[in-house]
């Protein structure tokens, strides 16, 4: 089999980028995704609060897909549900396996990388304790509750401050649960100052910062957690432990970027971000493999994974009919001061006739701020910020009036007092 | 005696710190939002806080066993438990389509809970 375009997972990002390519003029495409319907997590977000900068609407997770499914119902991109790719290779080509057509091979003219992300679990954070049932993920949870309507417990325990158990703290309440608090190792919220607002405060569920569990008791069924606040090390104290008797254990403690594909086709990573290194048309160290959304870095919005994929499925386009320009040498671009991450990390393009769009995360919470971009040590370009959090990204926009100011190489973007 | 309420705008992840100065529940100054829905939300705040709705219902004959569901508009937070309780009673039935109404007038608040996704039949 042969695709000019073969996007891997049908969620908000493989949507996005295959109807971007197609309206580019590339009709050829083929989205592969391994659950039974396209949407990816979004079917299960049931909430609110998404669509704001895209559709200028606040629409819930279901509607935010219904959107682009419609979209894409209007085009001839061919989809393939219920199956799952095994392995891609350098050479664009795809193994693929599903109950009907058994073993597939596909052999594309570009790959787009749109698997996106999975929780942290346990196993990652090291909780002590016994190995009863009744410990989730918070975005299973949220699968047992929206999707297959079962609630997974009566008397919840959240640990870690994520958006995904912020809502849940909020669902599981509504739903009748007892929510007995959220505990967070860091001094501040893991997700959107909004999400502890509406699903905490609107609830009076208590938020314990600085805190995490030190053990889990339960021989069958989870019977409680010992909770202790930590130090400045992140550290437990002793003195403060206190057993708080419950069903039900959630998770919510981060998102890694889903890229044993990746790895296995020997794309280039970055150990910042836990996605590979892209350039600015989100294209990947081998040429015609593309990735968008959380496989190249776990967002806060949906809309952001919307708006890269567009640049992805663009680019594709471009690549196939072959309208790149590239320079001999790429930009680099450096972290400067209080800099996780930058996305992306490197920029190709020739010459600059659009905008081109950097998604960074901060290290730790400052006030009073300037983004500052520079090359050769000359500043060329500045945003002020009130205030930065590392849950919050920070977008900047550069013009290719400013881009034409990189001289040589490299690109420094920093955060300055 | 003037009297300023603090609020954390939930409109966008902007997250505007908002104030809102009012004086014998007459509002004098919104401050600290950066658009218009902010102004709006901090006034709500205020007078009646409202949030969207949003739980699933049962389904029948659908190819899952929830839809999920929205208030067309805002409805005061007080009554979010409520309709949660009301809507966990009643049953939908497949096919639907996104915005159909699955609920008429909630609890007498004047709005219609509808369904966030198209829901397709089980074969």
Redesign the interface.
Same mark, same amino acid.
């Given at each position: 089999m042969r695709a000019d375009i073969v996007v891997i997972g049908g969620g908000p990002a493989g949507l996005a980028s295959a109807v971007s390519a197609y309206k580019e003029g590339i009709k050829d495409v083929l989205i592969i995704e391994r659950d039974m319907e396209l949407g990816g997590i979004l079917p299960q977000c049931i909430h609110d609060g998404f669509g704001n900068f895209i559709f200028g609407e606040m629409l819930t997770g279901p509607e935010y897909a219904q959107r682009y499914i419609n979209e894409l119902k209007k085009t001839e991109i061919k989809i393939k549900l219920n199956t799952m790719v095994l392995e891609i290779d350098s050479n664009k080509r795809i193994i693929a396996v599903n109950s009907k057509d058994g073993l597939l091979e596909i052999e594309a003219k570009a790959i787009i990388l749109a698997m996106g992300c999975r929780e942290r679990t346990r196993a990652q954070i090291l909780i002590p304790g016994e190995r009863p049932s009744g410990i989730y993920t918070a975005g299973t949870a949220q699968r047992y509750i929206n999707i297959e309507g079962m609630m997974p417990g009566k008397k919840i325990v959240i640990l870690g401050s994520g958006d995904v158990g912020l809502i849940m703290a909020r669902r599981f309440t509504l739903e009748g649960a007892e929510v007995e608090g959220v505990y967070e190792i860091m001094p501040n919220p893991g997700g959107l100052t909004r999400n502890v607002v509406q699903c905490l405060e609107d609830y009076d569920i208590p938020l314990y910062l600085s805190h995490t569990i030190t053990n889990i008791e339960g021989r069958r069924r989870v019977e409680g957690v010992t909770v202790a606040k930590v130090d400045s090390k992140m550290k437990p104290i002793k003195e403060t432990e206190r057993f708080i008797p419950c069903d039900t254990v959630i998770l919510s403690v981060g998102l890694i970027p889903e890229n044993e594909l990746s790895k296995k086709a020997e794309v280039k990573m970055d150990p910042r971000t836990g996605g590979p290194i892209v350039d600015e048309r989100m294209e990947t160290s081998i040429p015609g493999i593309f990735a968008c959304g959380n496989v190249v870095h776990v967002h806060d919005l949906v809309d952001d994974v919307s708006e890269a994929a567009e640049v992805s499925g663009k680019g594709a386009a471009e690549y196939i009919a072959g309208k790149l320009k590239e320079r001999k040498i790429p930009i680099n671009v450096k972290n400067g001061r209080n800099v996780r991450y930058i996305v992306p990390q490197i920029i190709r393009a020739e010459k600059f006739d659009k905008d081109i769009k950097f998604y960074l995360r901060v290290k730790e919470i400052e006030k009073n701020t300037r983004i500052v971009v520079s090359s050769n040590e000359k500043e060329i370009f500045e945003k002020k910020e009130r205030i930065v959090r590392p849950p919050e990204m920070i977008k900047l926009n550069l013009s290719p009036e400013i881009l034409n100011k990189i001289t040589g190489n490299e690109l420094t973007i920093e955060v300055k007092k | 005696m003037k009297r300023i309420h603090n609020f &954390? #705008? /939930?409109? #966008? +992840?902007l997250?505007c710190q908002i104030e809102l100065i009012e004086e014998r529940n007459k509002i004098l100054e919104v401050k600290g939002n950066r658009c218009k829905q902010g102004e709006k939300y901090a006034i709500d705040e205020f007078k009646n806080p409202v =949030? /969207?709705l949003? &739980? &699933?219902v049962?389904i029948e004959d659908g /190819?899952? +066993? @929830?839809l +999920?569901v =929205?208030s067309e508009k805002p409805i005061p !937070?007080s009554f @979010? !438990?409520k309709c949660?309780k009301e809507l966990s009673k009643i049953k939908a039935k497949a096919p639907v389509r #996104?915005g159909d109404v699955i609920y008429e007038n909630i609890l007498d608040t004047g709005i219609n809970v509808i369904a966030? =996704?198209?829901l397709i039949r089980r074969k």
């Open positions: - | &954390t #705008c /939930i409109v #966008c +992840p997250s =949030r /969207i949003i &739980t &699933t049962y /190819i899952l +066993p @929830m +999920p =929205r !937070k @979010m !438990k949660v #996104c966030s =996704r198209d």
